[in-house]
């Protein structure tokens, strides 16, 4: 059984940098089928992807987020993590990590999901 | 606006079927990427229902069924249970190889 778990500071100041960190348990990050991905919930609204990593380091990210972010991959600790500078209280949101199948991105393990609040 | 159409909100009795609908476009489900389907009661983590279109991962009930012709899909969920009450959420690729998610329905079971 995977399991993910995200960490991070549940409280930025607007302009800083969110930095989460997903803990991969019961599988490894450099299997090769996987992509390893960020997704969020603004409050009350649906789900927005916002990338995915591979675990040599290679990226994806959503067009509407991508100057602000930097996604990287650690297979020696089974982590990836989630970076996004300059953030707005429009930022705050559920924060998911979560693995999805390259091939056909089914995304079959989610983290519980954490709480970025942008507040000053 | 999310890449994928969904309608805001469906609603239905206890045991009888509801469906939801997912539109997309030849850049996305009409390309041929699978479509798959969450489903998120609130406060939780979304939860794969569907994968691949049409398959259930081991522990989703049979009432629960997709579909995908064109550049649509559909969850069906027959014998509406209480339980069921949740955001249902569609998801695929594009051709740029980027996630695309519905903006998500909610399930009222009335």
């Known amino acids: 059984q995977v399991r993910l778990q995200e960490s991070g500071p549940g409280l930025v100041k607007p302009s800083q940098t969110l930095s989460l960190t997903c803990t991969v348990s019961g599988g490894s990050i450099a299997s090769g089928d996987y992509y390893w991905t960020w997704i969020r919930q603004l409050p009350g609204r649906g789900l927005e992807w916002i990338g995915y990593?591979?675990?040599?380091?290679?990226?994806y990210y959503n067009p509407s987020l991508k100057s602000r972010l930097t996604m990287s991959a650690d297979a020696s600790k089974n982590q990836f993590s989630l970076k996004v500078s300059s953030v707005t209280a429009a930022d705050t949101a559920v924060y998911y990590c979560?693995?999805?199948?390259?091939?056909?991105?089914?995304?079959?393990?989610w983290g519980q999901g954490t709480l970025v609040t942008v507040s000053s | 606006q999310s890449v994928l159409t969904q309608p805001p909100s469906v609603s239905g009795a206890p045991g009888q079927r509801v469906t939801i609908s997912c539109t997309g476009s030849s850049s996305n489900i009409g390309a041929g990427y699978d479509v798959h389907w969450y489903q998120q009661p609130p406060g939780t983590a979304p939860k794969l229902l569907i994968y691949a279109n049409s398959n259930r991962p081991s522990g989703v009930p049979d009432r629960f069924s997709g579909s995908k012709s064109g550049t649509s899909a559909s969850l069906a969920i027959t014998g509406l249970q209480a339980e069921d009450e949740a955001d249902y959420y569609c998801?695929?690729?594009?051709?740029?190889?980027?996630?695309?998610f519905g903006g998500g329905t909610k399930l009222t079971v009335l």
């Open positions: 990593v591979y675990y040599s380091g290679s990226s």
């Open positions: 998801q695929s690729y594009d051709s740029s190889l980027f996630v695309v």
């Open positions: 979560a693995r999805h199948a390259s091939r056909t991105a089914m995304i079959d393990y």
